[in-house]
């Protein structure tokens, strides 16, 4: 080998070396409690517009937050991903979090469905609402959350188990909006009317509607979108309660799922990068309709299934408060028998 040639493959050789640091720096790595059919083609989608390979690991809140913490600054984690309010908060008050000045965030997600520290942000909006069976209930019949509490619902509510975040959230918010007392005897006159014991699952749930067993029961919207997709003919129907207008903190308690970047992020450029695309309304389409959820960009439209449900006035207290109150809210449906 001539010593010119032998020059151009050493050349060569350094190039390679010095660049695959910088194709790995690239790389965002992302823990995700959403599963992987719902994140998938967003990272695939992200990939293709950007050519940055998203690498990610699906697991529960519990286990995910528990190996951030593990792991520390040792983390792979630039994005850690989850459902719920409640989870978020947690993930920052165990400082698994960063804050993000970004005015793209700032910018399309509004300021009721982020965190006040901007360390996570919503990416899509969940509906938790009555839904009734229209055999045995009218619209009129119905009007809050805290009239389900009414002596004439007795035998006719059907819950979901006081264990999943979700009611705690729910009961969180009870709790900011009431104060705790008149939140407890909201919660013991739900209990009161239970005509089972609280079920396994929102499914479960309206199954237990839809069959009879119940008359009403409370649900994120997209279960009751993934089960009418499934059976189309079943007897039951979407209220959106407490729409008072004249009440600026009336209206459907919603939750969000949403991100944060990573306290120890390694690539915290192209985490606030991904942040930021998954609140564009490209994004937004994606994100939100493959759960049947709602965009938390106002001016992204709905899935039409979605839309077809009709709409409805959010509640607008921060939903950070289903984190700042979830032990309350744990304590409370403890106390009154919501087990």
Known sequence: MSFSRSLL??????????????????????????????????????????????????????????????????????????????????????????????????????????DPGNEWFGLSVRARTLVYNKNKVKPADLSSYEELANPKWKGRLCLRSAKKVYNQSLVAMLIHEHGEDKAERIVRGWVTNLATDPLPDDTKALEAVAAGLCDVTLVNTYYYGRLM????????????????????????????????????????????????????????????????????????????????WGRFKSNLINVSQAGALQTKAVMLMDRAGYK
């Open 9 to 114: 493959a050493i050349l060569a050789l350094i190039a390679t070396l010095t660049a695959a640091p910088l194709a790995l720096a690239a790389e965002v790595v992302v823990y995700s409690v959403r599963n992987e059919q719902l994140i998938k083609p967003l990272f695939d989608a992200y990939t293709r517009e950007t050519g940055v390979p998203v690498k990610f690991v699906t697991d529960k809140e519990g286990p995910l937050m528990a190996r951030l913490k593990a792991e520390g600054r040792n983390t792979p984690a630039d994005l850690f991903i989850t459902v719920d309010a409640g989870n978020l908060w947690q993930a920052a008050q165990e400082d698994l979090l960063r804050p993000v000045n970004s005015k793209v965030l700032q910018a399309n997600i509004p300021a009721h469905l982020r």
């Open 229 to 308: 997709e499934k059976q189309p003919n079943l007897p039951l129907a979407i209220f959106w309660p407490n729409q008072n207008l004249k009440d600026r903190n009336a209206g459907v308690h919603v939750n969000v799922s949403g991100a944060g970047v990573t306290r120890h992020a390694k690539n915290e450029k192209e985490a606030v990068r991904l942040l930021e695309w998954l609140s564009s309304d490209k994004a937004q389409n994606l994100y939100a309709d493959v759960n049947l959820e709602y965009p938390v960009k106002s001016d992204v439209r709905w899935d039409p299934a979605v839309a077809a």
